[in-house]
């Protein structure tokens, strides 16, 4: 019998799982309603209520792709119980997955060195905390951010001097250690293009890329990472047409329950300074598996909505960043000169999915020619170039609050109008996005117009012009970059770590 991972390649290099949609799901069916693309798109957006929907799209997307192939697991060699799947369909290859690996128990009492490493890593914790206490007073930048290219354009933060000085603590001292138990796809690896690309980039970025953040030595980890994917697992564990989540919490109460039993780490702090992070929508489902996850530990997720659970003192809302095939779209990469004229007032073309959009198209669609709002996008009408040509792009919440259309808008420099409610912004606990943004109440849709034409022409340069510095905090680079979306969403945990917050 094979190794798992010699049938399943990782998802990240070779792409294998992944169908290239040029369109995002959500827009999909603005452009394309009886093509084939329907029937690609397996990827699984929307509310549970949708499922039976996506369910149906799942099964339909065996152009090769195995969505379902889990047979009975083993038994970790512990005793302790990993996933049981039968009835699987598609596992023609009949793999037995061992889905943890045998890595050895630390259960010794802590030596006197691991308890000197305990104290010297508090006391270093302590010395950040209080320099960033000094920078928030002082609003003095660290060295380290003087001596590179960045003129940090201050009104799009918080606190400038509080998050340099807590960057700066970051990029000094900050380890990760990421627990080796579990096996690709779904632990070590996840998807690195389309919706859900950032849980894949994450997790490669913190395995493979940078290594400044990662340490080897559990005990000189300021936080421990469960590198799963929850995407993966609805690709590979959700059983089609069963609209059910078990398979999924049940690999990751498993997941917590092996490295709780195997390492002292999670017990000493009930999972407090563990992360997650999930963009997939059912992210917060997902981790209710473990009641410690779900309340103690730190969850970055894309679905941030304050409703269902997301706790902005411990949980950081992470940007979803939609890369068609991998990669930005090049018409989004150099947007226009600051200053050219924009022919459009405001633009949105998607889906009427959720709360919200219905009262968007119903107030504004097809009703003013200054207020570009469509279901269906026009044929040979390019949705990019609209982004580019409005000055406000329309972010409504679907079935989720999150929408990849909120950094879509940021890489347009189209000013991004938040239509939503108890959506966490993501990155707001150090980004001002009242400085590049403007948001609306979903009450106030009927009065769209007049509120963004009662914007002046100097507050909306000035919101485009903060959006421009605010771009680089979205990027995704591959390696990634200083002050990109990968160190950003770290920098957040780092705060939570610290047990800090920037305002
Ligand atoms: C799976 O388990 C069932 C019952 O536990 C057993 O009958 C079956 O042979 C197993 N299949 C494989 C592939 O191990
Ligand atoms: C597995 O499939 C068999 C026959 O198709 C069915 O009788 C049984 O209820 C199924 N079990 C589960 C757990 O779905
Ligand atoms: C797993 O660990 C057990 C107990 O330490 C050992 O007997 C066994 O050989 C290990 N298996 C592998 C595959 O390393
Ligand atoms: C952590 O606590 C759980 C539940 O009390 C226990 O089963 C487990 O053995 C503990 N882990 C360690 C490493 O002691
Ligand atoms: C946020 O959560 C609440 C409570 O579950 C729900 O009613 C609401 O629809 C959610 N928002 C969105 C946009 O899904």
Known sequence: MGSFTAFVPSICT?????????????????????????????RIVGSLSDLQNRAALLTESSDGVIVNRFTNSTAASDGVTVNHFT????????VTVNHFTNSTTVKKKSSPSEIDKRKELNQGL?????????AALTQKFPSIIKNEDIVPQRAIYRNPGAFYQSYAEME??????????????????GP????YSIEGRFINELEHGTTRF?????????????????????????RPLTYDLVPLKQYVADYVKVVSTRHPFWNRTSGADHFMLACHDWGP???EANPQLYRRSIRGLCNANSSEGFNPQKDVSIPEIHLFGGYLPTKLQNPPPLTEPRPHLAFFAGGVHGPIRPILLDNWKGRDSDM????????????????????????????????PRVVESIYAECIPVILSKKFVLPLSDVLRWESFSVQVKVSDIPRLKEVLTSISEEKYMKLKKNLRAVRKHFMLNKPAERFDAFHMILHSIWLRRLNMRLS
Not at 87 to 94: I, L
Not at 215 to 233: G, K, Q
């Open 14 to 42: 070779l792409a294998l799982i992944v169908i290239v949609l040029m369109l995002s799901a959500d827009y999909l069916s603005s452009f394309a309603s009886h093509s084939s693309f329907d029937m690609l798109q397996f």
């Open 87 to 94: 009835n699987s369909t598609a596992s023609s290859d009949s």
């Open 126 to 134: 302590a010395r950040s905390r209080a320099s960033i206490r000094k």
């Open 172 to 189: 000094r001292k900050f380890k990760v250690y990421v627990y080796k138990e579990g096996e690709p796809p779904m632990a070590h690896d």
């Open 192 to 195: 690195c293009k389309e919706m």
């Open 214 to 238: 990662r340490t080897s030595d559990p005990e000189r980890a300021h936080i421990y990472f469960l590198p799963f994917s929850v995407t993966s697992m609805v690709e590979y564990l959700y």
């Open 285 to 287: 489902l997902v981790s």
């Open 372 to 403: 570009k709002v469509y279901e269906y996008l026009p044929e040979g009408v390019d949705y990019y170039s609209f982004m580019l040509q409005s000055k406000y792009c329309l972010c409504p919440s679907g079935y989720e609050v999150a929408s």
